[in-house]
């Protein structure tokens, strides 16, 4: 039954070394966002996908990058991962823009 | 691109109280208005939403208002009970960073405490 998967649910990675996370989805959504939510905060919008149209936010760091090779998948490479970077990461989709969007469970990265 | 502000940060009441959060947005574009509930350690889950075409919106005990001429909308729990703790947040579909897609802008969120 589960709609949006996230793996792993957690990860430990060490400062610098790349990590990828990956979210897919079985609703066949349009849109696919991914989110960094950092304790007591608001999920924060990074990237999304309407289709493959990739939508980059403006403040997001060129230290992420997003992959979305099919419908189903999604992923979130974090290329030299900071301290700073330590956070809860939500994936979630939407049928449309307009509409609520499905949350995965996400994926909580330790960076030591 | 769209700014949204929630008030309080932080809501305590008593069980069988009512509870009320608030929130503005600055785009008078924006048309659609979704609220979620993240339970401590769980993901946010759509509890109730609303269009500018509608002023309220009523799911048990669960409604929200909107006023379009002020942009602000509320979200009102009646009956609170302790499983009603959690985070809400609001959001507002207004434009992204980017200043492309409609995409939706959320709150900074409000805690919410039901005391037994």
């Known amino acids: 039954d589960a709609m949006v998967i996230q793996n792993p649910r957690y990860q430990v990675t060490q400062f610098g070394k790349p990590v990828t996370l990956s979210c897919s989805q079985t609703?066949?959504?349009?849109?696919m966002y991914w989110y960094q939510q950092k304790s007591s905060q608001a999920p924060k919008l990074l990237f999304h996908?309407?289709?493959?149209?990739?939508?980059n936010e403006a403040d997001t760091p060129d230290n992420f990058q997003s992959r979305r090779p099919n419908t189903s998948f999604c992923f979130l490479d974090i290329r030299s991962p900071g301290l700073g970077d330590a956070a809860m990461y939500l994936c979630?989709?939407?049928?449309?823009?307009?509409?609520?969007?499905?949350f995965g469970p996400g994926t909580r990265l330790t960076v030591l | 691109g769209e700014n949204v502000e929630q008030h309080p940060s932080t809501l305590s009441v008593q069980e069988g109280d009512s509870a009320v959060i608030k929130c503005t947005y600055s785009?008078?574009?924006?048309?659609?208005f979704p609220w979620y509930k993240q339970e401590l350690g769980k993901r946010p889950q759509l509890i109730i939403d609303i269009r500018s075409n509608v002023g309220e919106k009523k799911d048990q005990r669960i409604a929200v208002t909107l006023n379009k001429t002020a942009k602000h909308f509320s979200l009102h729990i009646t009956e609170t009970q302790p499983e009603d703790s959690a985070v809400y947040f609001c959001?507002?579909?207004?434009?992204?960073?980017?200043?492309?897609?409609?995409?939706?802008?959320f709150g900074r969120g409000t805690s919410l405490i039901v005391h037994p």
């Open positions: 979630a989709t939407s049928r449309d823009y307009g509409v609520g969007q499905f």
């Open positions: 959001a507002a579909k207004g434009r992204g960073a980017s200043g492309g897609s409609y995409i939706p802008t």
């Open positions: 609703l066949n959504h349009n849109v």
């Open positions: 996908y309407y289709d493959k149209d990739f939508n």
């Open positions: 785009d008078s574009a924006s048309n659609y």
